[in-house]
T-cell receptor, first 115, second 115 residues
């Protein structure tokens, strides 16, 4: 789904480095999400934003921070990366339930490796 | 917050057979239950969803059933084909610690359809 894009697609970094993953969407959705995927653990919610000024912690927010620069942009930062943050990271967007459709649309993912 | 458990973790069927994946959830006020399919190396994509005011929903070879009393829902795929091979995730819109509702995903089921 080209309407949701993520950069970079792959990143290898070292322990202690600061990393930013970016997500952009052209779907006009208010809601954006960051998930982490580890093998056998499904998708775990890191942070979610229902509007530019409405940002909430998810299940596993420790070690992560986010910035919602605009309706279309939602960035995830690892202030000081550690090896157990090695994972596949997905951004997603959705409309609000009041719109009648709140399907989440996922970006292509960013594979992050922390050495 | 919401706890979503998914079974089985792996499922192998012969082409043409049916496949059933089951999920249970903990938040009795959850309202929305989507199912996502993730092919190897791809992003998760919605295949079907159901809301709490409906007991069953069908879309061609795929159906979802919901039992609110027992707090479980199931995905049924009939006449399976090799292209159905993928990882399937269930989710529920449980209440987060922030007081907002967001999706909690099950751990996934890897379905393999043998030709």
């Amino acid at each position: 789904d080209a309407d949701v894009t993520q950069t970079p697609r792959n990143r290898i970094t070292k322990t202690g480095k600061r990393i930013m993953l970016e997500c952009s969407q052209t779907k006009g959705h208010d809601r954006m999400y960051w998930y982490r995927q580890d093998p056998g653990l499904g998708l775990q919610l890191i942070y979610y934003s229902f509007d530019v000024k409405d940002i909430n912690k998810g299940e596993i927010s420790d070690g992560y921070s986010v910035s919602r620069q605009a309706q279309a942009k939602f960035s995830l930062s690892l202030e000081s990366a550690i090896p157990n943050q090695t994972a596949l990271y997905f951004c997603a967007t959705s409309d609000s339930p009041q719109s009648g459709t709140d399907t989440q649309y996922f970006g292509p993912g960013t594979r992050l490796t922390v050495l | 917050g919401e706890n979503v458990e998914q079974h089985p973790s792996t499922l192998s069927v012969q082409e043409g057979d049916s496949a059933v994946i089951k999920c249970t959830y903990s938040d009795s006020a959850s309202n929305y239950f989507p199912w996502y399919k993730q092919e190897l190396g791809k992003r998760p994509q919605l295949i079907i969803d159901i809301r709490s005011n409906v007991g069953e929903k069908k879309d061609q070879r795929i159906a979802v059933t919901l039992n609110k009393t027992a707090k479980h829902f199931s995905l049924h795929i009939t006449e399976t084909q090799p292209e159905d091979s993928a990882v399937y995730f269930c989710a529920g819109d449980g209440l987060m610690d922030t007081g907002r509702r967001a999706l909690t995903f099950g751990s996934g089921t890897r379905l393999q359809v043998q030709p």
